[in-house]
């Protein structure tokens, strides 16, 4: 907790170090997207197994409060991922850290370019929206739709704290030997970073483009709306048949969103919990107990994810399901 509040403290003090200012950012808006990504995930996978739930989370998305958060999470992805360009270049290139200032200040206008026409774009599909005087979730509604998580959050950090106290009573004085061990994994995972990043790019790219910009949130549940990258048109204005829309979709009997959408998780999952496990343990260095709590936290929570994102994709939405996500809507509209 001291190391966190030094870190504050000495960000907001340091003054014309634009560097400082991008480390600081680059951090705050990984962990912004990954607690979106944790999101996402399990609302998601819900279109397979709970579809009325999916229902409900997608309503959740079209409130004042998420529409909002959609805008800053756009602007955290496209941030993080060319400052994360930057970063790499300036390892590849150490001789060239000179000119990191100057760096700095081209994501920084790179991001505001890109943004510029993107929140446009958003903003577009927001005014048609609520022109059309939809029924929103009131937001007393939406923070109570958030709580479903909190418990899984909660047992996560517990389990990885007794995983953390098993682990040291079990190794007791073999931890010195596995540091060895540990350094050759820390360097593969430095190249992973990497690497993954220039892998996910072009992949989160085209989702943010088609889910967000050309899309929008609030298409999903647009009865007759087209499914973008489909051909095919949401009869039922359910969320659950616009995910099934995309993932049924075969191209040369190759479900081609579902391969998409397997290469994102897995990459993305990968690489945001790794960051994350960077974060934790910077600031758990003191304590090895919390310190091998982070990384079992980081673990569960990216081995969860991977298996309910699998599943899912691996998973039947048929129109059981769509009846089901029709049944939830109704209900949602018949709400006072």
């Avoid at 014309?16 to 808006?29: E, F, N, P, V």
């Avoid at 790019?201 to 483009?209: D, I, Q, R």
């Avoid at 994350?276 to 910077?282: A, G, H, K, S």
Wanted: overall charge neutral; aromatic content about 12%.
């Amino acid at each position: 907790m001291t190391s966190l509040v030094i870190t504050v403290t000495e960000t907001l003090r340091y003054r014309g170090a634009i560097g400082q200012w991008s480390w600081a950012l680059h951090r705050l808006s990984g962990l912004g997207v990954v607690l979106f990504l944790v999101l996402h995930v399990i609302d998601t996978s819900w279109a397979v197994f709970w579809p009325g739930l999916y229902e409900e989370a997608i309503a959740s998305y079209q409130s004042p409060l998420f529409t909002i958060g959609e805008f800053g999470l756009v602007a955290a992805v496209v941030y993080h991922a060319f400052n994360g360009l930057r970063i790499v270049f300036f390892d590849y290139k150490p001789h060239l850290w000179r000119h990191q200032q100057r760096a700095a200040q081209i994501v920084l206008l790179a991001t505001l370019v890109v943004l510029a026409p993107v929140f446009l774009l958003m903003f577009g599909h927001v005014l048609d929206f609520y022109r059309s005087a939809p029924q929103v979730l009131p937001l007393t509604e939406v923070l109570r739709a958030q709580l479903v998580f909190l418990p899984g959050f909660i047992a996560a950090i517990v389990a990885a704290v007794i995983l953390s106290g098993l682990h040291g009573l079990v190794a007791g004085g073999g931890e010195a030997a596995a540091s060895v061990q540990g350094s050759r994994s820390e360097r593969f995972w430095w190249s992973f970073m990497r690497v993954s990043s220039l892998l996910i790019l072009p992949l989160v790219f085209g989702h943010l483009g088609v889910m967000h910009v050309l899309q929008g949130v609030f298409d999903i549940t647009a009865q007759g709306h087209d499914v973008v990258g489909t051909g095919l048109v949401n009869e039922s204005g359910t969320a659950v048949e616009f995910v099934a829309a995309r993932w049924n979709l075969l191209v040369g009997g190759v479900a081609v969103w579902r391969v998409y959408d397997f290469a994102l998780l897995a990459l993305v999952v990968a690489h945001g919990f790794n960051g994350l496990r960077y974060v934790l343990t910077d600031y758990t260095s003191h304590s090895p107990l919390l310190r091998r709590a982070s990384v079992y936290l980081c673990m569960l929570g990216a081995v969860t994810l991977l298996l309910l994102g699998v599943g899912a994709l691996l998973g039947t939405i048929d129109e059981t399901a769509i009846e089901m996500g029709v049944a939830a809507m109704e209900r949602l509209h018949a709400a006072p």
